[in-house]
């Protein structure tokens, strides 16, 4: 059982920076993925940047490569998402993910089981 808490979200304009935070809370000894998704109402969720249980990070990178860098704080359990020179589309809900299987950017959504309850994000122009 792994639970997940999300933080950080807020309103800022065009090219300035978030932080996105996440506590991990994992009944379990073994590595698990964990990453970032994003979804703006209406359309799919989509993958933003995963560390998979073997370290190895991936990006969605079409949509934030060179501006989002992941991280993850294994002493405290918490899941980061750096965020800087934002745009407008990358307005939308971000939600922190969790599975105990390998799992990648290419991944889709239902391959991981646990969810936050998601934290917004929103980029004036």
């Known amino acids: 059982q792994v639970q997940l808490v999300e933080s950080g979200g807020g309103s800022v304009q065009a090219g300035g920076s978030l932080r996105l935070s996440c506590v991990v809370s994992?009944?379990?000894?073994?590595?698990?993925?964990v990453g970032w998704f994003r979804q703006v109402l209406g359309k799919e969720r989509e993958a933003v940047a995963i560390?998979?249980?073997?370290?190895?990070?991936?990006y969605n990178i079409n949509s934030v490569r060179g501006r989002f860098t992941i991280s993850k704080d294994n002493n405290k359990n918490i899941l980061h998402l750096q965020m800087t020179s934002l745009k407008p589309e990358d307005t939308a809900m971000y939600f922190c993910?969790?599975?105990?299987?390998?799992?990648?950017?290419?991944?889709?959504?239902?391959?991981?089981?646990?969810w936050g309850q998601g934290t917004q994000v929103t980029v004036s122009s």
């Open positions: 994992a009944n379990t000894n073994s590595d698990i993925s």
């Open positions: 560390i998979d249980r073997d370290g190895e990070i991936t």
């Open positions: 993910a969790a599975d105990e299987n390998k799992r990648w950017i290419g991944s889709p959504h239902y391959m991981f089981e646990y």
